[in-house]
């Protein structure tokens, strides 16, 4: 499955990109960036005007799990991101209270310790987001994915960080289930032709 991460746009170009790729695309995701310009309101209009995709809100979450966590899902997200660097606790909070709604949470694994996914799991983790920043992507090649190769023993796992159809077998051997994709679709000069062309080179699920 993919999802396409709607980073560093206007509100009109991110409406614009989920209409040209809507037919390739499985979620959406809205961008840190886009949130903290628009708030809420984004993911509530999101919610009207896209009723039959999934919505990720990428909050980022890393305190105050409980109110950050009801905040999205609330405005109409079904799915809200925590760091899972984040206090135990802020991920205990978070999940908890998705759970009460019916909703999810997916835990970004940015800079968290591979000793740390043990910890996760036992605090009730399901979706993790295996992710190459976007500040180190230029040297991503340094960045090997070997550490979290094991994770779909445990989770359902999406993919992140730089992906196009040039860099998406390095992501394939992690067996995720969605394929999170950001820059390649929305910089390119044609959206849905882009989508169309990940779709075709990502596995079939
Ligand atoms: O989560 C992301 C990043 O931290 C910026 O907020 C991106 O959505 C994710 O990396 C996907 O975007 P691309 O790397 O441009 O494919």
Do not use: W
């Not at 009460?100 to 983790?125: A, H, I, S, T, W």
């Not at 295996?130 to 445990?154: C, N, P, W």
């Amino acid at each position: 499955m993919i999802q396409v991460a709607l980073d560093r746009l206007t509100k009109e170009e991110c409406i614009s990109i989920t209409e040209q790729t809507y037919n390739h695309i499985d979620y959406i995701e809205i961008g840190t960036g886009v949130i903290k310009e628009y708030g809420m309101d984004i993911i509530r209009e999101f919610r009207h005007r896209f009723p039959y995709k999934k919505i990720v809100a990428d909050m980022k979450t890393c305190d105050a799990g409980k109110d950050e966590t009801v905040q999205a899902l609330e405005a109409g997200a079904d799915i809200t991101t925590v760091m899972g660097f984040a206090h135990d606790q802020t991920i205990l909070d978070s999940i908890k209270i998705a759970k009460e709604l019916n909703k999810r949470v997916l835990v970004d694994l940015l800079e968290v310790p591979v000793e740390r996914f043990q910890r996760l799991k036992e605090l009730g983790v399901e979706l993790v987001s295996a992710h190459i920043g976007k500040d180190t992507q230029v040297q991503a090649e340094r960045y090997s994915l070997e550490r979290y190769k094991s994770l779909s023993d445990d989770f359902t796992v999406f993919v992140a960080g730089g992906i196009s159809p040039e860099s998406v077998q390095r992501f394939e051997k992690l067996k995720p289930d969605v394929f999170i994709v950001g820059g390649y679709i929305t910089s390119a000069a044609n959206p849905g032709k882009a989508s169309a062309t990940i779709k075709e080179v990502i596995p079939k699920t």
